[in-house]
């Protein structure tokens, strides 16, 4: 199938040939764990429910001792031992439970934890989660997309970036130098033929992930040229920004959006994006904890409420 990207020479996100020779073999030498794909297919659908996630959950061991763990952290303070998937569940919550199944997947295919020089791997898997939850309660909210794409959309929007920093450090490290000499980042991946929209675009088409989430990777920062799933990349590209305010970004990267444009897409009221933007200030502080636990760190990120003041206004 053609690549939905725009034939007009701006929107046109070239990828350098070395790379690009690479992400073929990478997608068949790195793939995603099975118990990841059907983790895929099953959130996608609405009908889907707790005992359908344990089934899958619980055919994965080392899904389940993770999950099992969690559920047993000091962040709940439970008096009895969690020995059980379905209790697991009950603790953590099923929604929850959703994003953090995915993300110990994803986490397992790409270590984070070994990332270039200047570069905090942990932020970016919680920029990722923070989308990720901020995308569903938006698509809650509007009904322009399904909450399960959303998230999985969010988790795997920034892939591009993430299969960079951890498949092609030399090349990221060059981006970097480009950033910390005063570029913007997409000024430096310009330059150096790295667009990460387009990176993370093939590599979904390579590992025959479902088109919605191909063209929402491509597009998330310019939703308008989005040729089917324009809602759903405007949902994301809300929720980029949204994680960004919150403290919850990338300092690589910084995020623009055309909020008119956005609010008119997606159908949403001011007043409506106020009372959301309250509910994340009041709730990403508690899940935090729990995605810190899913990283094996302790040490909190951002500074939620960061710059949502100029949207409260």
């Avoid at 118990?35 to 959950?57: C, G, H």
């Avoid at 397992?108 to 932020?123: H, Q, S, Y």
């Avoid at 892939?159 to 480009?178: E, T």
């Avoid at 055309?258 to 309250?278: F, M, R, S, Y």
Wanted: net charge neutral.
């Amino acid at each position: 199938m053609e690549s939905p990207v725009s034939r007009n020479a701006r929107y046109d996100l070239p990828i350098d040939l070395q790379v690009e020779s690479r992400l073929g073999d990478i997608g068949r030498l790195v793939s995603l764990p099975s118990t990841t794909f059907r983790l895929l297919s099953l959130l996608m659908s609405e009908t889907t429910s707790a005992r359908d996630l344990q089934k899958v959950v619980e055919q994965d061991p080392g899904l389940t001792a993770k999950v099992i763990s969690l559920s047993n952290s000091v962040i709940y303070a439970i008096r009895d031992p969690v020995s059980t998937i379905d209790r697991a569940i009950t603790i953590i919550g099923f929604k929850e439970l959703e994003i953090i199944a995915l993300g110990i997947g994803l986490s397992e295919t790409f270590d984070l934890k070994k990332v270039p020089p200047g570069f905090d791997g942990r932020a970016l898997w919680l920029h990722c989660l923070s989308v990720s939850w901020i995308a569903r309660e938006l698509a809650l909210v509007t009904k322009a997309a399904e909450p399960s794409e959303a998230m999985i959309a969010g988790l795997l929007h920034e892939l591009g970036i993430i299969i960079l920093v951890s498949k092609f450090p030399i090349h990221f490290i060059q981006l970097l130098d480009l950033i910390n000499s005063g570029q913007p980042l997409q000024d430096a991946e310009t330059t150096l033929n790295l667009r990460h929209e387009a990176i993370g675009y093939q590599l979904a088409k390579n590992w025959g992930l479902p088109q919605v989430f191909q063209e929402v990777i491509l597009f998330h920062h310019y939703p308008h040229l989005c040729p089917n799933h324009a809602k759903l990349a405007s949902i994301i590209n809300l929720a980029d920004n949204l994680a960004h305010r919150s403290g919850y970004g990338l300092t690589i990267e910084s995020s623009s959006i055309d909020l008119p444009k956005i609010l008119a897409t997606l159908g949403l009221k001011i007043e409506t994006l106020q009372n959301l933007i309250k509910n994340i200030i009041t709730a990403i502080p508690k899940v935090e904890p729990l995605w810190n636990q899913l990283l094996n760190g302790t040490k909190p990120v951002g500074k939620t409420g960061g710059k949502f003041s100029s949207l409260l206004k």
